[in-house]
């Protein structure tokens, strides 16, 4: 039931931001501005002031020269333009009789854009400008987003505070910590018995093999002795029974 209402009260958020998202597009709107203007276009540089103290905005520009004469034109950041000590060592873009363009703005960071026009021609240069400034709003997806929290991430939050106002007996970190200290002893226990068992084993073995070896060595009195068959007594009867044949 409590995730129902935080689902119901996370689409309503959602159905009022993008209410006031089309209320404040709709000021926006309001807000377009028209600037039309004609000048005369000598080799001396002429500033434009584009966005005066917009900061997040949309520009567009249409120039149109006079019988499409050629035309020199660039648009600079007013720190750009500070960079140079003297405009003609500006490298500006020729216009073959008209330009058109688009300038957007939305990253909620001031920069004062600037139009800057001349012409090389012995004769001024009429051109007739138009410049239509739309202020906008920066990145309004993202305060969007930062107004209104994601469901899953509130869920998740909440979620996450209830583990922390719970006994630690009753979160489930304490008993997989109690089940792998559990693991981990019974290892090393069988490890440890294991050892034991086989040390024992071995020594039992070395022992039995030190009982059946004599201390002392084998008596050979009555061993029997290796006799000379020329000196027995059988040897010595046959031989005079063979020498009385003889005779």
Same mark, same amino acid.
């Given at each position: ?22 209320? !404040? ?18 080799? !001396? ?7 005066? &103290? ?36 500006? &490298?500006? !873009? ?52 930062? &107004? ?54 071995? &020594? ?44």
């Amino acid at each position: 039931m409590h995730g129902f209402y935080e689902r119901q009260n996370y689409f309503l958020n959602k159905l009022i931001a993008k209410k006031k998202k089309y209320i !404040r597009r709709r000021k926006i709107n309001e807000k377009m501005v028209r600037n039309v203007q004609t000048l005369e276009l000598t080799k !001396r540089h002429q500033l434009i002031d584009l966005n005066k &103290d917009k900061v997040n905005f949309e520009l567009k520009f249409n120039i149109v020269a006079e019988n499409e004469q050629i035309f020199h034109v660039i648009i600079m950041t007013q720190a750009e333009v500070d960079n140079y000590d003297n405009l003609s060592d500006i &490298d500006m !873009r020729v216009a073959p009789g008209k330009i058109s363009g688009t300038i957007s703005s939305k990253e909620n960071k001031y920069d004062n854009y600037v139009l800057i026009l001349r012409s090389d021609a012995e004769n001024p240069v009429k051109v007739d400008i138009v410049i239509d400034l739309e202020e906008v709003e920066a990145d309004v997806q993202e305060k969007i987003m930062e &107004d209104i929290p994601d469901y899953e991430n509130t869920t998740t939050s909440s979620n996450a505070k209830n583990d922390v106002n719970k006994p630690i007996w009753k979160t489930t970190w304490f008993w997989v910590v109690i089940v792998f200290g559990i693991l981990f002893f019974s290892y090393f226990a069988f490890n440890y018995i294991s050892i034991r068992k086989m040390n024992a084993s071995k &020594d039992h073995k070395l022992s039995a093999v030190a009982n059946a070896v004599p201390d002392e060595p084998v008596p050979v009195e009555n061993a029997a002795m290796y006799e000379d068959p020329k000196k027995t007594s059988i040897y010595n009867t046959l031989k005079d029974i063979a020498n009385a044949a003889n005779e």
